[in-house]
């Protein structure tokens, strides 16, 4: 797995707990009123890719309602694009897992391993997008556990990116420099409700290719149950709709490059339509979730500093290049590593 979606072989990490400090977001996007119910079912999820936010910080409840509704839009989205349709796909059967999730544990019984990365990101947003299916609307919503166990040399926007969507997102985030093991002994002992983790990991991680929607920990380590909601989900799934409303926003069209396929640019064409619609059945406001800045640089999978280099294969004036597209144009699962030091 990656810093994206970590494993015991790639975090060794030092002594010592501390918390992450945090800060917060700012635009002048409305959201939804305090009216607004939360009742949810899985035809009516989708995938990560949108956020709003506003000048004012909001209640979690008025997160979790705005995330559903960008949600909600982009599955009702009639698309031609496979992709599109894949990810949309993909949502349902996330949502299915995390709703089995919900009804088979309590909010005080359930975790998300969280890191900042843009696996468990997207596992964020669709855990927060169901999150109030249980609650009754004049019920304080919980807010989601979590625990960041940090590498040793861990990016600084890295650490950033973390502390200010744990603000923006309502997060109970547990942050640990220690060994996995050992962070997962104290959590529990810190946590001793805790009985299922939600796993930003997908079956492309290492060691994740026998893993199933609930696998209880191996022997020898501490014991709960792996939720992994995105397990089948593909690289290209991950940055779909994050991608095509991100080029609509800055109204820039990719440019034409060697390295640039097809499908990109048709996705870019495709969004104006897509958006075009969506404003129409008034489902979507124009929003998109932020991500860390460093896969805007070129990094594709992320760790520490010392094992995590921009991706070869994004480079635009050669391999040995100082000039990266950002991640969001690589398509391939099997490039997804190719900026990590193999362990």
């Known amino acids: 797995m990656t810093q994206d979606s970590p494993s015991p072989q790639d975090l060794r990490v030092g002594n010592g707990v501390s918390s992450a400090s945090s800060t917060t977001f700012s635009s002048t996007a409305p959201f939804p009123t305090s009216e607004t119910t939360y009742t949810t079912t899985t035809s009516d999820m989708t995938t990560a890719s949108v956020s709003k936010i506003v000048s004012q910080p909001r209640s979690l409840a008025e997160v979790c309602a705005a995330l559903r509704a960008k949600l909600l839009a982009f599955l009702a989205l009639q698309s ?78 890295v650490e950033d990116f973390v502390a200010t969507t744990t603000e923006e997102y309502h997060l109970d985030l547990a942050r640990y420099a220690l060994p996995m093991r050992q962070a997962l002994d104290v959590y529990l002992d810190e946590k001793p409700h ?75 064409r495709q969004a104006g339509t897509l958006l075009a619609d969506t404003k129409k059945k008034q489902f979507i406001r124009q929003l998109d979730i932020p991500f860390c800045s460093l896969y805007s640089q070129g990094f594709s999978s992320l760790g520490g500093t010392k094992d995590t280099r921009p991706n070869p294969a994004l480079a635009l004036d050669g391999p040995e290049g100082n000039k990266f597209r950002p991640a969001y144009e690589l398509t391939r699962d099997d490039e997804e590593r190719l900026g990590r030091d193999r362990k």
């Open 80 to 157: 031609d694009d496979e992709t599109v349709q894949g990810t949309q796909r993909r949502a349902r059967d996330a949502m299915e897992v995390i709703e089995e999730a919900l009804g088979r544990y309590r909010p005080q019984e359930i975790s998300l391993s969280y890191n900042g990365g843009k696996d468990c990101l997207v596992l964020l947003i669709l855990i927060l997008a169901c999150w109030p299916a249980k609650v009754q609307p004049k019920e304080t919503l919980p807010r989601l556990q979590c625990i960041y166990i940090a590498p040793p040399d861990p990016f600084q926007q």
């Open 194 to 268: 805790v009985k299922a983790v939600f796993m930003g990991t997908r079956r492309t991680d290492p060691h994740s290719e026998f893993l199933t929607s609930f696998t209880p920990t191996d022997k020898g380590w501490p014991q709960f149950m792996r939720i992994n909601p995105v397990l089948d989900w593909h690289y290209v799934e991950i940055w779909t709709v994050s991608f095509v409303l991100s080029l609509h926003k800055q109204n820039t069209l990719p440019p034409k490059t060697p390295q640039t396929s097809r499908q990109i640019r048709r996705k870019w």
